[in-house]
């Protein structure tokens, strides 16, 4: 591969996250290899024992925080223009934020702290899930919390607004 090609590809990694990840990853390795076959005959023993074992370790690291980044950020490893249409990025966005807050609303237990159980139950009125948030609030009557249930009740009724308070009966 001539000079030429590799800058080409590192263009065309660099367009989005993944690929910056990727060519960071080749540039480390590789000039760590470089530095290991030019110079292993001048190094000491301690500082070829350090080189192969940052030759043998940052692969692993690399491969732990890829994992990471996958299960806990893998919607920010895409650039938009990874998608046919922008407007298919932002649905996606707000689906995967719609469901992070329906994740963690079902992850509130109910005999435990109330105040997670306050945030998660805000997360899903900001985001327009009144029945997620009607369900996390009956969570805590099914325990017999009936204090904390009537509490999320009424921050669900006020954040309803009007809609459900015209359910008065005509006489």
Not at 20 to 32: M, Q, R, T
Not at 48 to 71: D, E, K, N, Q, T
Not at 74 to 100: C, G, H, Q, T
């Amino acid at each position: 591969m001539n000079l030429a090609d590799f800058g080409q590809t590192a263009r065309s990694l660099a367009r989005n996250p993944l690929g910056i990840i990727a060519l960071f990853i080749v540039l480390i390795y590789g000039i760590a290899a470089l530095l290991f076959g030019l110079s292993s005959s001048y190094l000491n023993a301690l500082q070829r024992w350090v080189l192969i074992c940052f030759l043998v370790v940052f692969p692993v690291l690399v491969f732990f925080s890829f994992v990471w980044l996958v299960a806990k950020h893998s919607l920010k490893l895409y650039a938009p223009s990874d998608f046919r249409k922008d407007d298919s990025f932002v649905e996606l966005n707000k689906k995967v934020s719609i469901l992070e807050v329906r994740q963690t609303a079902v992850e509130v237990d109910p005999r435990g702290d109330s105040d997670s159980a306050f945030g998660a139950l805000q997360a899903l009125l900001n985001t327009a899930q009144i029945d997620a948030a009607k369900n996390l609030a009956k969570a805590f009557l099914k325990v017999k919390r009936y204090d904390i249930s009537l509490q999320m009740f009424e921050v669900i009724r006020k954040a309803d607004g009007p809609k459900s308070s015209n359910h008065a009966c005509p006489n």
